[in-house]
């Protein structure tokens, strides 16, 4: 749980640290910012398995790690970069809260994972807490964008819910190394097309920008993948899927901090709520397959 507690904890910042790169004059685009960040990753990622010198991943594990590809390598940061546009980041951060009931159904679907159904309770409620928040905050509609970051939520818990599963016998660290290396091949030309296209903007982008890149790069799409797979390798994907119900709290204080978004007392009394159903969650019985 501490494990994914510390996951959970890098990967809060991420919308807030997504929209310094995407937002203002001297922003990047959405797709450089989701796709780039990727490849900058993957570089950090070969270097750590030949460093480890790592065997090759075993043919078996292919399916799961396209699946982490897919969810958490583009899915999630390229429609979540496209959010973050238009979304202030406290807003996109609560929407996300969904995501340990999604990746908990995953589990399910996906791993052979039995929660009980006072476990299904607990999620479910932790998820309509949350999005009772997202529409109190939002006077009660949806954005526009809200549609890509539910997408960018399934896919993301679909990535999760695979690599912690492949986690158990693969690793943390050799799960998110090689799902980024099996991304990069056909994010290279991509990333380069869109660098050719928009070097103007590339070249004229404000430090705040490129210090979002970073840490987007860095801590979500790689270090903060070591905590969390190796946490759900040990704990269970939907057990300690549930930590991310304090994600989007952690979030919109990163918000406050990174962006100067106002932070509302309402926020804090559902922080206090969702943490009560992340405690109780936990105590409920998860059978593991």
Partial sequence: M??????????????????LAVSGDGGLSPMFVALGRALAAAVLAGGWLYWKRAPLPPRAALPALVMVAIGCVIGFPWLT??????????HGAVLVG??????A?????????????????MAILGSVLVIGFA?????????????AIFVAVLLAAMGYAAGGRLSQTLGGQQTICWALILAAPPLLP???WLA?????????????????????????MFIGFFFWYRGMALGGVARVGQVQLVQPFLSVLGATVVLGEALEWQTLIFAIAVIGVVGTGRKMQVKRG
């Fill in 135 to 147: 529409l109190r905050q939002s006077g009660g509609s949806l954005h526009a964008a809200d549609l």
């Fill in 105 to 121: 159904m995953f589990a399910a679907l996906l791993g052979g994972e039995k929660p009980s159904a006072g476990f299904w309770i």
């Fill in 2 to 19: 501490l494990l994914g507690l510390i996951g959970v904890a890098i990967f809060s910042l991420t919308l807030p640290f997504t929209r």
């Fill in 98 to 103: 969904v995501l340990p009931l999604a990746t």
């Fill in 196 to 220: 050719w296209q928009e070097s103007a903007r590339i070249a004229h982008a404000s430090a705040a920008a490129w210090t979002g890149f970073a840490y987007v790069s860095v801590f979500s």
């Fill in 81 to 90: 970069s496209v959010a973050m546009r238009s979304l202030p980041a406290a």
């Fill in 190 to 192: 991509v990333v380069g």
